[in-house]
C-alpha cells in the first residue's frame, strides 16, 4: 500500500501565483485533512473532510480552498500566493474512531 | 481553550537516558490524546495514544502518563536511543469534531551517543 501520497515534494512559487496540492490516499478512508507545519508552531488545521463531496473549514483557511469529488483525492489550492503561505503542507487520512491519522511527506512550498 | 502546551522546545539527552515530554490541556472536553513521532522530511506517524479513564499506558520504551485533574499528560521514553531523535507532538481531539486534532508546538529531541 503506498498510503498518502502527496506531490510535488518542493515547489516555488512567486507572489500571486496559484497551485494546487495534491493529495491521494488508498486506504478508502473517509476522513481528510490539510495541515501546515511552521517551524515552532505544530501543525495547523487547514480543511478536512469526512466523506466525498463534503468538507469543512479548519483553524486557518483563509487563502486556500479544497475540493473532495472523490473518497481517494483531497486537492488544497491557493488561489493567490502569499509570502505567509510559506510553510510545509501535509495530508492526513484515517478510517474513524481509534484509529490514527496516517499522514502523507508533506510538500514544501516557498513564496518569494 | 483549544490550546496544547508542549514543553520543551528542545531536549538533549544521552543515550540510555529518560526523555520526558510534557503537555498541558484547558479544555476538558478532550478525551483522545495521542503522541506524533516525526523524522526530518517526513510526515508525523503515531506513536502512542491514550484516552482520559487510564492514567498510564505503555508501549515498549515509551509511557503515556495522564493526570486528569492537572489536565496534563507526558510522554517518557525509556533508554533513549540516537534513533529515538526526532521531533514529537501531542495532541488532543473532542467527541464529535470529525476526529480533528489539536497538536502542540513540538519538541525536538536530540539523544547523543
Known amino acids: 500500500n503506498a498510503g498518502v501520497t502527496q506531490t510535488p515534494k518542493f515547489r516555488i512559487l512567486k507572489i500571486g501565483q496559484s497551485m494546487t496540492l495534491q493529495c491521494t490516499q488508498d486506504?478508502?478512508?473517509?476522513?481528510m485533512y490539510w495541515y501546515r507545519q511552521d517551524p515552532g508552531m505544530g501543525l495547523k488545521l487547514i480543511y478536512y473532510?469526512?466523506?466525498?463531496?463534503?468538507?469543512d473549514k479548519g483553524e486557518v483557511p483563509n487563502g486556500y480552498n479544497v475540493s473532495r469529488s472523490t473518497t481517494e483525492d483531497f486537492p488544497l489550492r491557493l488561489e493567490l500566493a502569499a509570502p505567509s503561505q510559506t510553510s510545509v503542507y501535509f495530508c492526513?487520512?484515517?478510517?474513524?474512531?481509534?484509529?490514527?491519522?496516517?499522514f502523507g511527506d508533506g510538500t514544501r512550498l516557498s513564496i518569494l | 481553550q483549544q490550546q496544547v502546551k508542549q514543553s520543551p522546545q528542545s531536549l538533549i539527552v544521552q543515550k540510555g537516558g529518560i526523555s520526558i515530554i510534557n503537555c498541558a490541556y484547558e479544555?476538558?472536553?478532550?478525551?483522545?490524546f495521542p503522541w506524533y513521532q516525526q523524522f526530518p522530511g517526513k510526515g508525523p506517524a503515531l506513536l502512542i495514544a491514550i484516552r482520559p479513564d487510564v492514567s498510564e499506558k505503555k508501549e515498549g520504551r515509551f509511557t503515556i502518563s495522564f493526570n486528569k485533574s492537572a489536565k496534563q499528560f507526558s510522554l517518557h521514553i525509556m533508554d533513549s536511543q540516537p534513533g529515538d531523535s526526532a521531533t514529537y507532538f501531542c495532541a488532543a481531539s473532542i467527541p464529535g469534531s470529525s476526529y480533528k486534532l489539536i497538536f502542540g508546538s513540538g519538541t525536538r529531541l536530540l539523544v547523543r551517543p
Open positions: 473532510s469526512v466523506g466525498a463531496g463534503i468538507t
Open positions: 479544555n476538558t472536553a478532550f478525551d483522545y
Open positions: 492526513a487520512s484515517m478510517d474513524g474512531s481509534n484509529q490514527p491519522q496516517h
Open positions: 486506504m478508502n478512508h473517509n476522513y
